[in-house]
């Protein structure tokens, strides 16, 4: 149980492109859902927490209309990397809050490079 | 967000038990301990969880002393596919936010 997962696995896409990643809780609900990302060989960074029917809430230093993110349904999250750039380019990571633990779950991370 | 500190990096043999510590000295009455794993380019997995004293489960225990200031997560015999990044995080049951420190690099040696 408690299984998430995210889609695409890796994307590369060109410079001024709009890039989704989707994230779903597949056997559980969650209410919220939260994004991060991660470069070489660093931490992951918390960069919004994501709440079913509500506005996320975005960290400091992140730009809320460059990462879009939408919250659905309490299996689906999605962020949308607009106007990409080069220094966009990283790991992002989603999790999701829930399962028997009450903990959050993590994705496979999608790998996205901007060209 | 309570901040956490781990050793950058340890190696062990394979076969042997590990043991990866943690300090976390500003932690809330109400935080949990959650450690997680990660290997390279997947996202983290959970481990295991914890409030205090002693709790164990199918791949780790975790050690909490009664101050909770620190804790410890316990990997029995370890294998190569063990190689990755051990983090420990701290937040309220109910608080979403977590704050990942640098982690803790494990090398399992043959």
């Known amino acids: 149980g408690a299984v998430v997962s995210q889609h695409p696995s890796r994307v590369i896409c060109k410079s001024g492109t709009s890039v989704k990643i989707e994230c779903r809780s597949l056997?559980?609900?969650?209410?919220?859902m939260f994004w991060y990302r991660q470069f070489p060989k660093q931490s992951l960074m918390l960069m919004a927490t994501?709440?079913?029917?509500?506005?996320?809430?975005?960290e400091q230093g992140v730009e809320k209309d460059k990462f879009l993110i939408n919250h659905a349904s309490l299996t689906l999250s999605t962020l949308t990397v607009t106007s990409a750039h080069p220094e966009d380019s990283s790991f992002y990571i989603c999790?999701?809050?829930?399962?028997?633990?009450?903990?959050?779950?993590f994705g496979p991370g999608t790998r996205l490079t901007v060209l | 967000l309570a901040k956490t500190t781990q050793p950058i990096s340890m190696d062990s043999y394979e076969g042997q038990e590990v043991n990866i510590t943690c300090s976390h000295n500003?932690?809330?009455?109400?935080?949990?301990i959650t450690w997680y794993q990660q290997f390279p380019s997947q996202g983290p997995r959970f481990i295991i969880q914890?409030?205090?004293t002693k709790v164990t489960n199918e791949v780790a225990s975790l050690f909490i002393p009664a101050d909770r200031k620190s804790s410890t997560l316990s990997l029995p015999r370890v294998s190569l596919s063990d190689t990755a990044v051990y983090y420990c995080?701290?937040?309220?049951?109910?608080?979403?936010?977590?704050?990942f420190g640098k982690g803790n690099q494990v090398v399992v040696i043959p």
């Open positions: 994501s709440n079913e029917g509500s506005k996320a809430t975005y």
């Open positions: 056997d559980f609900q969650a209410t919220t």
């Open positions: 914890g409030y205090k």
């Open positions: 995080l701290v937040g309220a049951w109910g608080n979403n936010r977590l704050a």
């Open positions: 999790s999701a809050r829930g399962g028997s633990q009450d903990t959050q779950y």
């Open positions: 500003n932690i809330a009455t109400n935080d949990y």
